[in-house]
């Protein structure tokens, strides 16, 4: 059994959001310690979901994160890590370590300026770069 206060699937969810949001807008994990008056190894420690995140903790992360609270638990509900935003916990980890590289916030930033039609076409293109065959690929109804 579990201990009351061991950190469970939905405190690993809040770290992932906590961690990706931070990605998102360029923030170290030392620059966000320094805002919140902690180490970046608890920085590190609320992200991978090894330490519990207070409420009023969570309050003062998404302050310094410039997002509402709701964030953080946007699609956690029960079973966080399989239903979260994401769809699934390791999709959650791919966006992290996405987000993690300069081209990929660029890219991230381009993609969504784009229409669906191009983000269709790019999203092709990626597939086959990468050899992956097995994705499902959505075809434009219209050719382009």
């Known amino acids: 059994m579990m201990s009351p206060k061991a950190p469970g ?7 992932t959001r906590m961690r990706v949001r931070r990605l998102e ?10 805002a919140l008056g902690i180490t970046f190894q608890q920085v590190q420690k609320y992200e991978k979901g090894t330490n519990r995140v207070s409420i009023s ?6 302050q310094a994160l410039e997002t509402p609270l709701s964030y953080f638990y946007e ?9 979260g935003s994401f769809g699934d916990p390791e999709l959650a980890g791919v966006a992290a370590d996405f987000l993690k590289l300069a081209e990929g916030r660029a890219l991230m930033r381009s993609f969504v300026a784009m229409t669906s039609a191009q983000r269709r076409q790019v999203a092709e293109f990626a597939r086959q770069l990468a050899g992956d065959s ?5 075809r434009s109804r219209k050719p382009s």
Do not use: N, T
């Open 57 to 62: 903790r969570l309050h003062q992360i998404a």
């Open 25 to 34: 807008i360029g923030m170290s994990q030392e620059k966000l310690g320094e």
């Open 134 to 138: 097995d994705a499902p690929a959505r």
């Open 9 to 15: 699937a939905l405190d690993r969810y809040v770290g």
């Open 75 to 83: 699609g956690g509900g029960d079973g966080a890590e399989s239903q």
